[in-house]
């Protein structure tokens, strides 16, 4: 069983940063590909970036690449999404999940573990 909780949601203006943490728990939680998804009201769920535990692999979205960072801080088994440069599109709640042994950028029904999500909103 994984436990995800994510955090630093909030208000933000348009160009401004937000940092948001996935902290994870269970056993063999360094087997899983972490991802980070979004869904915007009225939207479908859709993949942001992904990363392994060892951080040498990352994958992001053509709509985030050069403005989204993911990483991860290992002792802490803790993942981040950090956020700059935000639009109002990429208002959305962001969900953090667990992969047990997919390939980075796997796609959300091959998600086995997620988090109740935390709301970014991106005012103009």
């Known amino acids: 069983q994984v436990q995800l909780v994510e955090s630093g949601g909030g208000l933000v203006q348009a160009g401004g940063s937000l940092r948001l943490s996935c902290v994870a728990s269970?056993?063999?939680?360094?087997?899983?590909?972490m991802e980070w998804f979004r869904q915007a009201p009225g939207k479908e769920r859709e993949f942001v970036a992904a990363i392994s535990w060892s951080g040498g692999n990352t994958v992001y979205t053509d709509s985030v690449k050069g403005r989204f960072t993911i990483s991860t801080h290992n002792l802490k088994d803790t993942v981040y999404l950090q956020m700059n440069s935000l639009k109002p599109e990429d208002t959305a709640v962001y969900y953090c999940?667990?992969?047990?042994?997919?390939?980075?950028?796997?796609?959300?029904?091959?998600?086995?573990?997620w988090g109740k999500g935390t709301l970014v909103t991106v005012s103009s």
């Open positions: 999940a667990a992969g047990l042994g997919k390939r980075l950028g796997s796609s959300s029904e091959f998600m086995d573990y």
């Open positions: 269970g056993r063999s939680i360094n087997s899983y590909a």
